[in-house]
């Protein structure tokens, strides 16, 4: 009798503790999802990145200009 009611415990907390079919393709959109999100996101940071790094570089580039401008319009005059 035990081992009947142990049997049947045992059977009831495999039907009732495994997931469906449903809740595997239900976290799998939700994995697939975020994949998704994730990726977009790092793409948007480094779309940021690289126009920073292109503004950084441009000012930089004519500060250099300016610089040697000057320089040159120095040794013009001397």
């Known amino acids: 009798m035990k081992l009947k009611m142990l049997l049947a ?5 495999l039907v009732v503790g495994c997931a469906s079919n449903g809740d595997v393709e239900n976290l799998q959109s939700q994995i697939d999802l975020l994949k998704t999100s ?13 126009s920073m790094c292109t503004e950084h570089c441009a000012k930089g580039e004519k500060e250099m200009n300016d610089k040697l401008d000057s320089l040159f319009k120095k040794s013009m005059t001397k």
């Not at 790092?42 to 990145?49: D, L, P, R, Y």
Request: charged share 10%; no cysteine; glycine share 6%.
């Open 9 to 13: 415990a045992v059977v009831a907390m």
């Open 38 to 50: 994730t990726a977009a996101s790092i793409e948007a940071s480094t779309v940021k990145a690289g």
